[in-house]
Nanobody
Framework: QLQLVESGGGLVQPGGSLRLSCAAS????????IGWFRQAPGKEREGVSC????????GYVDSVKGRFTISRDNAKNTVYLQMNSLKPEDTAVYYC???????????????WGQGTQVTVSS
């Protein structure tokens, strides 16, 4: 079965760091772009970052540029989101998704994980 599982979320203080993992099973990450999305209570799901399946090109929403880094380890069939300099505004449930191409819109992604909670608070 095709599945994505997020992990690495938790509670962190402002300015802290967290690394999220998105582990794929049932399919190879080599053939998919992976996106990270987040949804805060009462807000729409927002595209955060993505990484392509081919040349490894990446994209980021402006609010996380310079703070977040997406990467992939095809040998482990896993994509990571390194989050540094975290802010309270980053608090959300973070989801990873697999699709045909890298983009920050959700509709092109076919497979989704269940999400992991990230809370940034003092």
């Amino acid at each position: 079965q095709l599945q994505l599982v997020e992990s690495g979320g938790g509670l962190v203080q402002p300015g802290g760091s967290l690394r999220l993992s998105c582990a794929a099973s049932g399919f190879s990450l080599d053939y998919y772009a992976i996106g990270w999305f987040r949804q805060a209570p009462g807000k729409e799901r927002e595209g955060v970052s993505c990484i392509s399946s081919s040349d490894g090109s990446t994209g980021y929403v402006d609010s996380v540029k310079g703070r977040f880094t997406i990467s992939r380890d095809n040998a482990k069939n896993t994509v990571y989101l390194q989050m540094n300099s975290l802010k309270p505004e980053d608090t959300a449930v973070y989801y990873c998704a697999a699709g045909a191409q890298c983009g920050l819109g959700p509709y092109q992604y076919r497979y989704w994980g269940q999400g992991t909670q990230v809370t940034v608070s003092s």
